[in-house]
């Protein structure tokens, strides 16, 4: 494998965005869950820009992509980078695309200040050994909470009164 390049999407890809978030979601057996429109794509990345996209690229070929944005780790008084989403076209897997780029989040990270990256993975997923090999901290005594949209109602229905 030849190193990769890297680009950051812009606006004339929303619809490469949203098809890598489509197989994203199939390989994740998420699809049931899936309510992203393309134009709520459109409106968080590029007009209110509340996260980045990165392509993972195969000479000119867009062969996957990280989609992250910066936290705020209040302890630390520095930010971070969470990846939301890391997806690699399968027929692509296992070349070193997956270990590239997050040497490139890392040297994102750094330009930026930044403390510390984070993402979450599924339990079932075989990525968490490779995690396991770049360094990676498998947090065993933190818990992934999510409200969802009902929740957010509820509460917000709460506070409210």
């Not at 699809?31 to 794509?41: K, N, P, S």
């Not at 980045?52 to 705020?72: A, C, P, Q, R, T």
């Not at 897997?93 to 930044?114: D, I, P, S």
């Amino acid at each position: 494998m030849a190193a990769p390049n890297f680009r950051f999407a812009e606006r004339s890809d929303l619809a490469l965005v949203y098809r890598f978030i489509l197989d994203l979601a199939e390989y994740e057996k998420l699809t049931d869950c899936l309510i992203t429109t393309e134009q709520d794509v459109e409106e968080w990345l590029f007009i209110k820009q509340k996260a980045e996209v990165l392509f993972i690229m195969e000479e000119d070929k867009e062969i996957g992509f990280i989609m992250f944005f910066h936290s705020f780790p209040s302890y630390r008084h520095c930010a971070g980078l969470f990846i939301e989403s890391l997806y690699i076209k399968p027929e692509y897997r296992g070349k070193g695309y997956g270990r590239a780029a997050f040497e490139k989040m890392a040297c994102t990270a750094l330009e930026r200040g930044c403390v510390r990256i984070e993402w979450c993975c599924l339990d079932w997923n075989p990525a968490l050994e490779f995690y396991r090999t770049i360094g990676a901290d498998i947090m065993d005594d933190l818990t992934v909470c999510r409200l969802n949209t009902e929740g957010i109602q509820r509460l917000a229905n709460a506070a409210a009164k």
